[in-house]
């Protein structure tokens, strides 16, 4: 069976530069990556109809051009790009038993993962403000959020979450990788291809420990807006108020728990667990672009009333 470091010769540690890197599935199961394939396929067969049946939905269904919905068509969009930019390394590892790639197609994709990330990121942190005018102010809502502030909101936050990632493959594609040529996941990160480097790299470590502490401040906008949420719905003296007050609020949760948990676990093992498992590694990296985009479509579709509605109904619609 193939494996990538049968092509790492001895001048992968010398000063000669490398062209080529190599991406790991599972290792001590190569044997079986055609079988963890499949699970891989479905996911990414069901995360990608998940997420364009709610694109569909809000895009088709006037009764869902709200803002609480255009967020949520934000959310699916990233979602769906996330999962395009870790589907091809993926599928070619485990399903077609090449791990190989070049300096510039890796250097792309994890431009593309962490932007899409930082979307991600930055469209949670909209949702909270969403959840937080809708309940700390209800009756000016919909004077707040019209539908031309929630366009520009949305490309605010897509601009800047490509901005600030646009120095990552500046920076990386000045450097000079002689220090092996075998990657840490199924795909590529910027934290991953930069140890590699034989070159001064210390603005790569400061730009991305910069970038890092914004998705930080995104997770603490989230907690702020929650803990003025919570202020509010514990002052209605009514407890089914309170609870469909809380209810509004559940797949947001659900969403940030499920995007940030992988996120911040895998940074802490990036960072602190350098020479624990690979494995945990490994498997806490796929779950980082395999889960989110599967289970919000879920998430969304269980838990909103709405959504479940007009899925059920397009699907007994298109029986009938």
């Not at 599935?25 to 990556?33: A, D, F, Q, R, V």
């Not at 209605?236 to 949760?253: D, G, P």
Request: with cysteine; hydrophobic share 50%; charged share 10%.
């Amino acid at each position: 069976y193939f494996s990538p470091l049968s092509f790492m010769s001895p001048f992968n540690h010398s000063e000669d530069n490398i062209s080529t890197f190599f991406l790991i599935g599972i290792p001590g199961m190569e044997h079986m990556h055609i079988w963890i394939s499949i699970p891989i396929c479905l996911i990414y067969i069901i995360a990608t109809v998940g997420n364009s049946t709610i694109l569909l939905l809000i895009k088709t269904e006037p009764s869902l051009h709200e803002p609480m919905y255009y967020f949520l068509s934000m959310l699916a969009f990233s979602d769906l790009c996330l999962s395009f930019s870790s589907l091809p390394t993926m599928l070619r590892i485990f399903l077609l038993n090449a791990p190989g790639i070049s300096i510039d197609a890796c250097i792309a994709q994890e431009f593309f993962i962490h932007s899409f990330t930082a979307m991600e990121s930055s469209v949670l942190v909209i949702m909270s403000f969403d959840r937080f005018i809708a309940i700390c102010n209800p009756l000016r809502y919909s004077s707040i959020l019209t539908n031309v502030r929630v366009i520009q909101i949305g490309l605010f936050f897509a601009i800047s979450s490509f901005a600030f990632i646009i120095p990552f493959p500046i920076t990386l594609r000045r450097l000079r990788f002689c220090k092996g040529n075998l990657l840490s996941h199924s795909y590529c990160l910027h934290q991953d291809v930069m140890r590699l480097s034989c070159s001064d790299n210390r603005v790569n470590v400061i730009y991305g420990f910069f970038v890092a502490l914004l998705g930080m401040m995104n997770l603490v906008l989230i907690l702020l807006s929650y803990i003025m949420i919570l202020k509010t719905v514990l002052a209605i003296a009514s407890n089914q108020e309170r609870l469909k007050a809380f209810n509004t609020c559940i797949s947001h949760i659900c969403a940030v728990l499920i995007f940030y948990v992988p996120v911040v676990t895998l940074a802490i093992v990036h960072r602190f667990a350098k020479h624990g498992s690979p494995l945990i590694r490994i498997l806490i990296a796929d779950v980082y672009v395999l889960v989110p985009p599967l289970m919000n479509p879920i998430v969304y579709c269980v838990k909103t009333r709405q959504i479940r509605e007009k899925v059920i109904g397009k699907l007994f619609l298109k029986k009938a």
